[in-house]
């Protein structure tokens, strides 16, 4: 997934970060804010109703912050037993809807408006899944760049990955690892970006329109 072209003459790019199950990272948070940064927060039911305090600090910055579907439990959206890094798959396709739709609800109780897009969480689904996603009114939040896999690269890797992203990128990172150094290379490699002057758009403010698809990350059969 990428940003179809823009009209600015500098580059663009969206940043966002997932809330999976985990804490709440105020260091990448309070830095974003610091440098004026937008971001979307793709957040789970579980991770809302767990830190009360994230959500705080979210809805006092929601001029920067927009926060769209994680999932009520994290459950990768894939058919059959299966798992995805270590996490059991959904099964079958009631059990998807249900994971889809109450993520959507724990979203519209915490903003008041419903949301549009849906990422899986571990970002795999299986082709099924994307159909039925879709079919139940969600655009579906992939990415091109992967900035710290899971939370689990040290920050100078991080830092170079996200310097790197080039024009009409799809930046994802986590916001739920506090105790890791992920979350430092975010905020080094934003803050490299900004100096390179590339501008910052909010997914979440976007439509089917203003994005392309090339072959799905994580797709998964």
């Not at 990428?2 to 830095?31: E, H, I, M, N, Q």
């Not at 927060?41 to 959500?55: K, S």
């Not at 994307?130 to 939040?141: C, Q, S």
């Not at 986590?174 to 934003?190: D, K």
Request: charged share 20%; hydrophobic share 45%; aromatic share 8%.
């Amino acid at each position: 997934m990428w940003l179809k072209a823009r009209s600015s003459t500098s580059a663009t790019v969206a940043l966002t970060l997932d809330a999976c199950p985990g804490g709440f990272d105020a260091r990448l948070a309070t830095a974003l804010v610091e440098m004026a940064v937008p971001a979307t927060i793709f957040a789970t039911g579980a991770w809302i109703r767990r830190h009360p305090e994230g959500v705080a600090f979210l809805r006092a910055h929601r001029d920067l912050f927009g926060i769209e579907n994680h999932g009520d439990q994290h459950i990768p959206p894939v058919l059959g037993d299966r798992r995805v890094f270590g996490i059991q798959g959904a099964g079958d396709l009631p059990t998807i809807k249900r994971e889809v739709l109450d993520g959507a609800a724990d979203v519209e109780r915490l903003t008041g408006a419903p949301p549009r897009w849906y990422r899986a969480a571990t970002g795999f689904y299986s082709p099924p899944a994307l159909e039925a996603i879709e079919g139940w009114g969600f655009m579906i939040a992939g990415y091109c760049l992967n900035a710290d896999a899971g939370a689990s690269l040290p920050a100078q890797t991080v830092a170079r990955r996200i310097a790197a992203a080039k024009d009409r990128d799809v930046i994802v990172a986590h916001v739920n690892q506090p105790t890791r150094s992920s979350g430092l290379g975010v905020i080094e490699g934003v803050r490299a970006l900004r100096e390179r002057g590339v501008q910052f758009v909010r997914l979440d403010r976007l439509g089917r329109s203003d994005v392309s698809y090339g072959l799905m990350p994580g797709s998964s059969s």
